[in-house]
């Protein structure tokens, strides 16, 4: 169980090195730190409609980068 859950974190972390490093922040900041969108739209002095832009299209490209290690 440590070795798959070992490779699906390098498998994420080689994903997100591949998105938008814009798209990347939010979505680290959004999963990892829990902040929630209007938290991150003020954070990053953005509209909230772009920072659920950025990570509905940054989860996308995860979701099919990560298929290819499935």
């Known amino acids: 169980d440590a070795a798959m859950a070992g490779e699906q974190a390098g498998a994420l972390n080689n994903c997100l090195s591949k998105i938008e490093a814009k798209q990347r922040d939010v979505i680290v ?3 990892f730190r829990d902040m929630s969108h209007s938290e991150l739209a003020s ?10 832009t950025w990570i509905r299209r940054g989860l996308a490209q995860l ?6 290690f499935a």
């Open 63 to 68: 979701k099919l980068c990560m298929a290819s």
């Open 43 to 52: 954070q990053f002095d953005l509209p909230i409609g772009t920072i659920k």
């Open 29 to 31: 900041w959004a999963y």
